[in-house]
């Protein structure tokens, strides 16, 4: 009789991040990973080892069954029958992370590496704790120790360890290391080309490296292999929508609503490609029945606030914007829109406070190390502002608000040379750009210099610049506003 490997991937954690209206990373990280056991098709389980992979097989379905307790009964005595079996400690120790208790956790991946020290298993499952301790490097260090002592043969098929590629490329996402990210989703690709989740993986890569095309195409390409999965429509939309296609957008999620109709990720989604297309009454009822689907959805609060903003009611958005955080504390985005109304309110301390709360809880993002630059701007902490600004310029080297904050800074300070080499950089990469040169021109007629001040003038203006006769009282200007030529500019002439 034929002889089988028995393998089980255990759980599969589909990871969708509460209801954000943003895409969602596919997680599909085993807790219990990989039991192996060689047992005879048929055959009554004889040896210890072959009683305890019985045992956890029980165990693997009563998880399935969400039956955590009982999973645990079955791997202590799946332990007990063979106590110098690795594979039995390490899918233990997986289990007990998922129950939460990450000590008794840790003492059995210990044994299984003593018994056996290249046990896969157990560091894959050691590498999944540390990644839900959110201990991404320690993470991403188990799971190549699970890559390099993966061999295919009694204990797994040649394709098995596919998903340690996965979720190690997982971690590296999570630390911020995008281009190994996307290497580790490319290997599970190229491994596994007709799995949409390891598309959708890499196309939410993309997504963060703001490679819009790109994400498109690994999208599509996942569509084609399931296309009723809404998540992967769900994230086209927000592709769509990054790429300025709003009706698309409109339209993706649209898809995604037909394949599952309470999914309020979809409809925080559409919600904000309406409100984008100011079609407010439209944007609240997909908040709306967001918050039915989903009564804890942070983002459906962020969209009913931020709809209350473009409209400008105040104090109803502050009010959606502090529920969000109420439903979510985390909510980076939600501290930064805090910040903004409380900056339009005048309460500019407070305002300062939550931004500044908004780059600690989401350091990877432009948008709040720059409005944080902005409102110190306002208030004339230069320094404080230069920080912020090359904090956003750290990620994003060609982002124009970020150097221009800076050079806002610079020129604060008085500190010319740096405010020049930042206005002049902003030029070169943005030639045609109205607020490059009307920076530049400001900056000039701040230090006197009267030719180059009107040459950039002069570009605004044959640019589009409108209004140019309100710049009269601009204080960097307070040197030419006797001057002829620079009447003449202002007047049209």
């Not at 301790?133 to 098929?157: E, M, T, W």
């Not at 281009?179 to 963060?208: E, H, K, S, W, Y």
């Amino acid at each position: 009789m034929a002889r089988k490997t028995w393998l089980t991937a255990g759980l599969a954690f589909g990871a969708v991040a509460g209801c954000a209206g943003q895409p969602t990373v596919i997680r599909q990280l085993p807790a219990g990973a990989v039991v192996a056991a060689e047992v005879q098709a048929g055959a009554k389980a004889e040896t210890p080892e072959q009683k305890a992979s019985a045992l956890l097989r029980s165990g693997f379905a009563r998880i399935d069954a969400g039956d955590l307790d009982g999973a645990l009964a079955d791997f202590d005595a799946a332990v007990k029958a063979a106590p110098g079996y690795a594979n039995a400690y390490a899918v233990r120790g997986g289990c007990r992370v998922l129950k939460g208790d990450f000590p008794g956790a840790e003492e059995d991946f210990r044994v299984a590496i003593r018994e056996d020290y290249a046990c896969h298993l157990a560091y894959h499952n050691r590498g999944y704790m540390h990644w839900k301790r959110k201990r991404f490097d320690l993470a991403v260090a188990d799971y190549s120790s699970a890559i390099q002592y993966f061999r295919p043969g009694a204990d797994a098929a040649d394709n098995d360890d596919v998903v340690y590629y996965q979720n190690r490329g997982i971690a590296y996402e999570d630390m911020g290391d995008l281009d190994r990210a996307q290497l580790d989703f490319g290997t599970c690709i190229a491994r596994a080309p007709r799995n949409p989740a390891f598309l959708q993986n890499r196309a939410l890569v993309f997504v963060r490296k703001r490679l819009y095309e790109q994400a498109l195409a690994d999208l599509d390409a996942s569509l084609a292999l399931a296309p009723e999965d809404a998540q992967a429509w769900c994230n086209r939309g927000f592709a769509s929508r990054a790429l300025g296609d709003v009706d698309r957008a409109v339209r993706d999620y649209t898809r995604a609503l037909q394949a599952r109709p309470d999914y309020a990720q979809a409809l925080v989604g559409r919600g904000h490609s309406y409100l984008e297309l100011e079609a407010y009454p439209k944007a609240t009822t997909d908040f709306n029945a967001a918050l039915a689907a989903d009564a804890h959805c942070a983002a459906a609060r962020l969209g009913l606030g931020q709809m209350h903003l473009a409209q400008g009611r105040l104090d109803d958005a502050l009010k959606q914007f502090r529920h969000a955080v109420e439903l979510d504390g985390g909510s980076a985005t939600a501290q930064h829109n805090i910040g903004v109304v409380l900056a339009q309110q005048g309460k500019r301390e407070d305002a300062l406070a939550h931004l500044l709360r908004a780059c600690e809880l989401d350091q990877q993002q432009i948008r709040h190390w720059t409005a944080y630059g902005l409102a110190c701007l306002d208030m004339q902490r230069w320094d404080a502002a230069a920080v912020a600004f090359n904090r956003a310029l750290e990620l994003d080297a060609h982002d124009f608000r970020a150097r221009q904050g800076r050079a806002r800074a610079f020129k604060g300070r008085k500190d010319w040379v740096l405010a020049e080499a930042d206005t002049a950089r902003n030029l070169e990469l943005f030639p045609d750009h109205i607020a490059a040169r009307l920076d530049a021109a400001r900056l000039s007629g701040a230090r006197g210099d009267r030719p180059a001040c009107l040459r950039h003038l002069k570009a605004a203006i044959d640019l589009g610049l409108e209004n140019a006769a309100d710049l009269c009282g601009d204080p960097d200007f307070a040197g030419l506003r006797d001057d002829p030529e620079f009447k003449r500019l202002l007047e049209g002439k």
